[in-house]
C-alpha cells in the first residue's frame, strides 16, 4: 500500500494518516493480477471463448423465450433477437478496453473500485453473485427435469421430488469439476457446448429445408422485413420483445473472469468477450428465424413453455426428436459449470482485495483453484434451490424473474465504469472517443433504460409467476430490493472488519494502457 510508513509495531502498521491496520490486509490489497494463485496459461483464447457462449445456455435460453418472443412481436422475432445484441456488444468493448488495464478476475468488482470507488464495486461484485446463486436454481431445474425427458421418463419429469433430487446431483458433479481444475472444466465445456451447437445448427437447417422443400402446415417462408427492427408495428412491442430477449445473452461475461488463467491475459479474455456475443447473435437469429418459418407464431405461442421440445417432434420426427432434449439439456448443464466459475473468481478476488472473508481467496494447492468459494457456490445454490422449491415453484419462478435486474445493473455499471475510467484519454483520438468512451456509455445507458423498465414491469404483481403480491408490489422486485438490503448489510459487516479497502480512492487509466502493444521481433 503505496506510502505506508515503517512504524510497525507487532502485526499493525500505522499510515501516514495516523490509521492503524493488520499488516495482512495490506498484502491482500497490494495481490496483483496474475499473482492469486490460479493457474497462469491453463486456457487458450479458444477455450475462454467457448466458456463465454456456454455460460449463455444458447439451447435453454432458446426454449424458454422463442414462444414469448413470438408472442410479444410475431415474425419480427429475428429483428429483436439481432437488436437486443446490440447493448451486450457494446457492453463487450468496456470489458476489453477494462480488461486491458486490470485483468482481473474479479471484472466488474475490481474494475468498478478502481473507476467509482470500493463502495460501488462491492456491489457490482455481490450483484454476480447474487445472480449466478438464483440462475443456479432455475438451471439446476431444467437440467433435472431434461434429464428424465432424455430418457422418456414423463412421469418422473413432472416430479418436483425428482426433478430436484437430480437437479442438485448436477449441481454437485459441476461444483467438483470446477474444484479439480479449469482444464477440465474448459474440456468439459468443448464436449457440451459442441454437442449443443451441432444440434441446433442441425435443427434450423433441417427446419429449414423442410419449409421450403414440403411446406408443413402453418409454415411460411423467411423475409428479409423480419429482420428489420422499423417493421415491427409499435415501440411498445419493440421494447417489450428487447426486455424478453436481451438477458438470453447473458453469461458471455465468464470468459472474461477466467483472464488469470488465460494466455495473454490483458488481451485475449477481451477479445473472446467481443467474439462471444458475436457467436450468439448467429446462432439466436438462425434459429429464431428457422422456428418462425417452420412452425408460425401460433403454434410457437401455444407452447411458450418450452417452444424446442415441441419443435423437435415436429422437425426431426419420432426418435430424433430427443436431439433437441439433449441440446437443451447439455445447455443447462453446461452453463451450470460457468455460473460457477465467475462466482468463484469474484469472491476470490474481493477476497484477495479486502472487500471479503479471507477464507474466499484460498487456493487449492494442487488443483490451483478457488476451492472454497467454488464449494460454497455450489453449496449456497443448493441450498437455495431447495428451500425455493420446497416453499414454492411460483417463488422459484419470482426469483428468475428478479434476475434481470441484477443483470442491468453490473452489466450498466460495467460499462459506465469504462467511460468514467477512461476519462482522461476520451478526447485524444476518434477512436478513444467511439471504443472507450461513447461505446461503453450507450451500453450503459441502454441497460439502464432496462433496469428502470424492469422495476416498473416487476412491480405489478400480475407480472410475478405466483401473481402473488408481497407489500403491495410484485414478488420477484421484492426479492430483487431484499437481496440488495442483504448486500448493504453485508459490506458495512466487511467494512467494520476491513476499513483499509473501503478507504481506496478511485482511479483514472494511465494513458499507456491504450497505446498499440509493441510488435517482437
Known sequence: MAGSTDDVTGHLLATPEGIVIPIEAVAELDVAPGEKGLKKDALGFVSSCVIGIASTAPGYSLAATLGFLALAVGVFTPAVLWVSFIPMLLVAVAYYYLNRADPDCGTTFSWVTRAMGPQLGWIGGWAIVVADVIVMANLAEIAGSY????????HAAASTFWVTFVGVIWIVIMTAIVT???????RTQWFLLAAEYTILIIFAVVALVKVYTQSPPGSVHPAWSWFNPFHIPSLNALIAGVLLAIFIYWGWDSGVTVN???????????????????FLVFIYVLVGT?????????????????????LGNEVFGSGFDKLLVLAVLTSAAASTQTTILPTARTTLSMAKQGAAPRSLGRIHSR????????????????????????????????????????????????????????????FKS??????????????????????VKECINLANPANSASGNSWFGVGP??????AFLLLGLVLMALQWLANPAFFRRKPETASPEVLEPAPVSG
Open 147 to 154: 434429464t428424465f425427458l432424455l430418457f422418456g421418463a414423463t
Open 180 to 186: 479439480v481444475g479449469i482444464e477440465l472444466s474448459a
Open 260 to 278: 488469470e488463467e488465460t494466455e495473454n491475459s490483458t488481451h485475449a479474455p477481451g477479445v473472446a468477450a467481443v467474439v462471444s456475443t458475436v
Open 290 to 310: 428457422a422456428a418462425i418459418s417452420f412452425a408460425g407464431v401460433d403454434a410457437l405461442g401455444k407452447h411458450s413453455d418450452d417452444a424446442l421440445s415441441f
Open 367 to 426: 488443483y490451483k483453484t478457488p476451492h472454497i468459494s467454488s464449494i460454497l457456490m455450489g453449496a449456497f445454490s443448493i441450498l437455495w434451490y431447495i428451500v425455493l422449491t420446497a416453499y414454492s415453484t411460483n417463488v422459484l419462478g419470482d426469483s428468475i424473474a428478479s434476475l434481470g435486474l441484477m443483470i442491468a445493473f453490473y452489466l450498466g455499471l460495467t460499462g459506465l465504469a469504462c467511460t468514467v475510467y477512461y476519462r482522461h484519454e476520451l
Open 430 to 451: 476518434a477512436k478513444n472517443f467511439v471504443l472507450v468512451g461513447l461505446a461503453p456509455l450507450a451500453g450503459a445507458v441502454i441497460l439502464g433504460y432496462v433496469f
Open 476 to 481: 420477484p422486485l421484492v426479492i430483487a430490493v
